[in-house]
């Protein structure tokens, strides 16, 4: 399992663009890219996921440089309900087991 | 996405005792249910994968014989934590997917407190 690595916390203003960039420089041909956001006692909630190039959803796109050593979950226009701690995953095509790394603490002022 | 529930959301127990918490997905089959322990401010910890109607897959370091999981059908996987002690007491939150290249969705989690 690709191991990864996220920054430990992030600062942000509602209404701006978020942008955490996650490196798995191990990561295998056949691993996929998952993000997951979690709130204090919830479980994660699925945000997105892809493989390369660029993936975008109604919540958040997914940027994949082509050597896919890292990737960017981009969350436009933040608000104070996306303060939370992101999860990035890689695995293949979710067949593997999901080992979490550390996430990143993302904290929006108003 | 696909629905993912546990009972109880909360549970305060007593040392000695052994505690059953359920997964069940609501809106689809689960070949595969995993479950997590959740330290505050710490991230997800995988103690085991379960495939239904086989036993399950404990990681390193987790002990079978005290989280006994059992993933009697498609939509229900049980933990049961046996002879509970404070050191116990976290936030365990389980996940299904639907079957291999399928997205893998999360329980709301099970607060855990051992007194």
């Known amino acids: 399992l690709a191991k990864t690595t996220q920054p430990i916390s992030m600062d942000s203003y509602e209404g701006q663009e978020v942008n955490i960039t996650c490196s798995h420089n191990?990561?295998?041909?056949?691993?996929?890219i998952t993000w997951y956001q979690q709130f204090p006692s919830q479980g994660p909630r699925f945000i997105i996921q892809g493989y390369k190039t660029k993936v975008t959803n109604e919540v958040a796109s997914l940027f994949i440089p082509a050597d896919r050593k890292s990737s960017t979950l981009s969350l436009p226009r933040v608000s104070l309900s996306d303060t939370a701690v992101y999860y990035c995953l890689v695995g293949y095509y979710n067949t593997d087991k999901l080992i979490f790394g550390t996430g990143t603490r993302l904290q929006v002022f108003p | 996405g696909a629905v993912v529930s546990q009972h109880p959301s909360r549970v305060i127990c007593k040392s000695g005792t052994s505690v059953k918490i359920e997964c069940r997905s609501l809106?689809?089959?689960?070949?595969?249910m995993f479950w997590y322990r959740q330290f505050p401010k710490q991230s997800l910890m995988l103690m085991a994968t379960s495939n239904e109607g086989s036993k399950a897959t404990y990681e390193q370091g987790v002990e079978k014989d005290k989280f006994l999981i059992n993933h009697a059908s498609l939509t229900l996987s049980t933990l049961t934590v046996t002879s509970a002690h404070p050191e116990d007491s976290s936030f365990y939150i389980c996940?299904?997917?639907?079957?291999?290249?399928?997205?893998?969705?999360f329980g709301p989690g099970t607060r855990l407190l051992v007194l």
């Open positions: 809106d689809f089959q689960a070949t595969t």
């Open positions: 996940s299904a997917r639907a079957g291999l290249q399928e997205t893998q969705y």
């Open positions: 191990n990561i295998a041909t056949n691993d996929y």
